[in-house]
């Protein structure tokens, strides 16, 4: 059962607009298996070394993230499951702020780094990716 009126009327709708055409469930359960990031960093207030002193590095881990390393370039179906983590984490991290009655910025929210020797322009086309001179 739904919480919000407009969301019961919506999957009603919809599973009435879509049930001619093929089996339609609403509500249903997604069941996700246990995955591990391979590094969950979050920086410390109290930290007595410069970011800075790690280079890119430190640039990268000013909010919390989670590092994801590969020796060759990841394939899509892998860099859909680093995405998958990051949503994961974020969502934990949402569900947390909600209980504790705080709220973030967008850019203070977790990020995902993938760290890879090499990553061709395709890869990196099929997901929008975006070179940031400035940073």
């Known amino acids: ?39 969950w960093f979050e920086p410390s207030s109290q930290s007595t070394t410069a970011p800075q002193m790690l280079g890119v ?11 994801e390393a590969f020796r060759n370039q990841p394939s899509k179906t892998e860099v859909r499951n680093c995405l998958l983590k990051l949503l994961s984490v974020q969502g934990e991290f949402l569900r947390q702020l909600r209980r504790d009655e705080e709220s973030v910025t967008e850019n203070e929210l977790p990020r995902l780094w993938i760290l890879t020797t090499s990553a061709s322009e395709a890869l990196l086309d099929s997901f929008g990716a975006k070179l940031e001179l400035d940073n």
């Open 57 to 67: 590095l430190g640039r990268l881990v000013t909010v919390s993230c989670l590092l």
């Open 1 to 39: 059962m739904t919480k919000q009126p407009h969301d019961q009327f919506a999957k009603q709708y919809l599973k009435g607009l879509l049930a001619p055409l093929g089996t339609v469930e609403s509500s249903r359960d997604v069941m996700t298996e246990v995955q591990q990031v391979d590094v």
